[in-house]
């Protein structure tokens, strides 16, 4: 028994050692990131690499937070993401449960057209999507960046019917004997189920819209409704570019996404219990 | 709930028909609602442009002026006469064929790293996350320099293992190769559906197997690889359109270079689209990759009835 | 389909309490969208101007926007930026979906040509007589003639700049050389670059002296050209052009190209503060008058000179390029009168001898060029002059110059890097880019 215990010890050290070897190369760019951004300049290219900045330019973070309007742009990027994370989670959920669950004629054709819009290049809809946006008199507003998220999109719907497919349907089966609607299903038991995926897809949906460029690039006109990746640009100019300050903002936008994975890989932990196979 | 639905996993009684009849009675209409956002939004926001490209692909159109229908002479121009579309081409199923596979097994292998019962678990998630939400602007330097053929952290490596040092980014034969090197740090997307895969992935069985006599790596092969195969199924699609479509990296650190060595089809089209006033010819390029790449993806899914397991899949 | 979504979304929020973020979303939800412009009663015009410059540049010509607001009463500019390097995609689109501002600076000179030509731009030569002023006046000589399309004026500019050589003193007297008199010469240059390159016992570069590059520029050095100015017509097999390639060809000879590009490899780029030049690795660099920024910010104990491009006899002396960003009005401007009081203001020589001082470059209008900021460098003073000369190329005035610009670029890398035939290489660019041209000028009469 103590030689099993022993043998535990050996695993969870060897375990850890594995983890933190590759954890420090996948580190490794974040590291830099924030070491750039407490560089002074002359450190910033050196060749061979300067490790640890000397002496950190501590207020290279303070000016870059004042040289924009970080905060507002913060609000700004925020609502942004909210109403994508919700559109794409609410909407992305109905449409997969009707792929994964629900057996009807036509079903393969929302499948296949919903691929073919990831598989057409974006460059060439570009201009035809900003003419129908131009139409609704969207233009200079969050509009063409919030609504289509209510309708879903290809890369959610598809991993959530994924998902839902891994459930059983005898579970859904047994529910309908208890007299649940579809509705029900989908709420009662699909989206409890679920939960990891949902999860996975919200992250997605934030991350894609906290860091999109293009959309707000082509859709916002007025500083004031500017997101944090337009901020960005201010550091670049038409000769170079702001490096130190550049890296402070950047390393300053990660964190909330920091924060939003570690909220949602909690959900991963709990999804054993939940999957309705082992009681 | 529970219960129930552990016994109805392993038999399926006969009493279930009569719903089963009646619910396909509605199953037309439930369907269509629920998939309702979709359609909508697809005729709203999709059909348009889409048809409207394919259009501009028989014509001359530089976006400004009116379009001039020509026919197919974009697509003899593009197959006869452009070599730079040949090139891209190849260089991008490069990517396909050589830089998928790696990716998805790396994504998959760190995943599975990461789904054991160790201390602080939530803390390496997180750090083997980071570098897929680190702006790649703000990384290329480090790029750079880890990939300096004569200081970069990469080859003095390789130099104390005697091995090759490849010129990577300077050299045309490299370069790619470089790239897809670069993209194994950005594993963590790929890695984070697999461990929301592994959540469903039920210990029960797991065990039951360990019962049975097999090895861990019986175990992966026999359990847990079919629970994740319908992600893998995902992630290999994804990766694919991905793959075809690539792009960001090539563009903030190569610009295609050197001699043409990672010019991607996407970048190519990006070009003609948006430096040089040829639309018309853009979105031929770009239904031709829409047809290579859906060609591909159908072949996957043809397949995927062989190696995917759907535990709910209505048959 | 919309009634479900209130029902799924409170049933999200009581089934997934691990998701903290849904009641944040749905609060968010509710929160007005879209961003109308501030209400003014009968206030001034607003004139929307998106510009082509950010970070200190674009606080230094925020100030002059304010100055010309305090100045004019009834106009407001209101001056947009932060489009960074994927601008041109966002003026593209704009163009294409009919949503452009009143007045750009978003437009690269290699540009112009392909928007003017389609008729989107505003032609400026009435405004320009009414205000009483003079392209080919008022601008030095390679401006006015890369604003000027198929003989009318679509663009001003307030900033330009110029290409010559900046120098290592030091290391030309290590070298043995004269540091008071640079090369003149194309084989006086060759022999300087000779003379400072030292190479290890492995024969890796330790330092190189000079590594020309930039063929569309080297070309009209060499007395070519790569548009007929007459005819319009696509001349790049011209001997000139040839002379060039070959030229730069015989450096890819000389020096083991790729060990030269590993060498390169080993600092960082250009305009930081390991620059090759800053750092002594390089002797002689291809710069423009904004390397004094940079040289003052980076290396300010480097002791540097310049001198214009050295010509091969029979060539032309000289030579500069002109370039930057244009300041148009598109064509679909509601208040073009209120668009061109900004334009021209701005592009007068007080405002623009102020915005080139402030960023760094030279200016664009000879008067602006006299004013005593410039005169107080010794190398604003060379730049200004050199500004002046007729030698100065911008983009020449064809439709397909970004894309022919592109091409130029890959066949200088095919001969320099692929060992490549000039001859061949050259013949075949005359005939893609007369084809490319020809396809380009078909869409426009259509």
Known sequence: MSRRRWLAALDALLSHGVLIAIGLLFFLPFYWLVATALKPDAQVFAMPPVWVPHPPQWRNFPRALTYVPFGLYTINTLRICA????????????????????????????????????????????????????????????????VPPFFGNAFSIFLLRQFFMTIPDELSDAARIDGCSDLGIYTRLILPLSKPALATVGLFAFIGSWNDFLGPLLYLNDERSYTLSIGLQRFVSQHGAEWSMLSAASAVMTVPIIIIFFLAQRTFIQGITLTGIKG | MKERSSHLLTSSPPHLHPYRRRASRNAQLTGLAFAAPWIVGFIVFFAYPVIASAYYSLCSFDAIRPPRFIGFENYRRMFTEDDLFWKSLWNTLYMVVAGLPVGLAASLGIALLLNRKVKGMTVYRTIYYLPSITPVVA??????????????????????????????????????????????????????????????VPESLTEAAALDGAGKLQQFRHVTLPMLSPVILFNLIMGLIGSFQYFTQAYVMTSGGP???????????????????????ASAMAWVLFLVTLVCALLVFKTSARWVYYAGEGR | MRRPAPAAASALRRRLPGLAWLPIAAVALLAPVGCGRLATGPAPKQVIYWTGWSAEEFNTQQRLV???????????????????????????????????????????????????????????????????????????????????????????????????????????????????????????????????????????????GFRPGGLALWAYVFGG??????????????????????????????????????????????????????????????????????????????EWGWFPLPAPPGGRTACSSAGGSVFVIPAACKDKEAAWTFLDWFTRPKPVARFC????????????????????SALFRFAVNLSRSSNTFGPPGTPIWPT?????????????????????????????????????????SG
């Not at chain 1, 060439?124 to 609704?136: A, D, E, G, N």
């Not at chain 2, 080859?155 to 034969?173: S, Y």
């Not at chain 3, 000139?240 to 960082?268: E, I």
């Open chain 1, 83 to 146: 109403l994508n994370v919700l559109g794409t989670v609410l909407a992305c959920s109905l449409v997969a449960y009707s792929l994964a669950k629900v057996r009807w004629k036509g079903r393969e054709w929302v499948f296949w057209s919903m691929l073919a819009t990831m598989i057409l290049p974006g460059q060439v809809t570009m201009v035809p999507t900003f003419t129908i946006f131009r139409s609704l008199h969207w233009i200079g507003t969050i509009l063409p960046l919030v």
């Open chain 2, 139 to 200: 990384t290329s330097i480090l790029w750079l320099w880890l990939l300096n053929p004569e200081m970069g952290l990469i080859n003095i490596a390789l130099g104390k293992m005697h091995l090759m040092q490849p010129g990577w980014l300077t050299d045309p034969a490299w370069a790619k190769a470089a790239l897809i090197l670069m993209g194994l740090w950005g594993a963590g997307g790929g890695m984070v559906i697999y461990l929301a895969a592994l959540q469903d």
């Open chain 2, 259 to 281: 001699q043409d060595s990672t010019m991607f089809y996407a970048l190519h089209l990006f070009n003609r689209a948006f430096l040089d006033f040829r639309m018309g010819y």
């Open chain 3, 66 to 208: 304010d100055e010309f607001n305090r100045e004019h009463p009834g106009i407001q500019v209101q001056m947009l930026s932060q489009f960074g390097n994927s601008g041109y995609q966002k003026v593209r689109i704009a163009f294409a979906g009919g949503a452009t501002p009143d007045v750009m600076s978003t437009i690269w000179a290699d540009e112009l040509a392909g928007y003017a030509m389609r008729g989107v731009l505003e032609p400026l030569d009435g405004y320009l007589k009414r205000s009483g002023r003079n392209l080919e006046r008022d601008f030095t000589p390679g401006v006015a003639r890369m604003l000027r399309v198929r003989g009318k004026v679509y663009g001003l500019c307030a900033t330009t700049n110029t290409s010559f050589i900046a120098y290592n003193k030091s290391i030309f007297r290590e070298a043995g050389l004269d540091p008071y008199h640079p090369p003149t010469t194309i084989a006086e240059l060759d022999a300087a670059a000779r003379a400072c390159t030292v190479s290890d016992r492995r024969g890796s570069f330790v330092r190189y």
């Open chain 3, 225 to 302: 050209q790569w548009v007929d100015p007459a005819t319009g017509h696509i001349t790049a097999d011209h001997p000139g052009n040839l002379a060039a390639l070959r030229w730069l060809a015989s450096y890819a000879k000389r020096y083991d190209l790729k060990k030269m590009q590993v060498f390169q490899s080993t600092f960082g780029s250009d305009q930081t503060a390991n620059g090759p030049f800053f750092v002594g690795k390089v002797a002689m660099w291809s710069t423009g008058e904004w390397a004094e920024q940079f040289v003052r910010r980076y290396a300010p104990d480097l």
């Open chain 3, 357 to 376: 001082s402030g960023i760094g470059n030279v200016p664009p209008v000879v008067e602006a060029g006299a004013d005593p900021v410039f005169q107080q």
């Open chain 3, 404 to 444: 022919y610009a592109r091409e130029i670029g890959r066949v200088e890398e095919k001969v320099m890097l692929g060992g490549g035939d000039p001859v061949a290489l050259l013949a075949d660019l005359q005939r893609r880019m007369t084809r490319e041209q020809l396809d380009a000028m078909q869409d426009l």
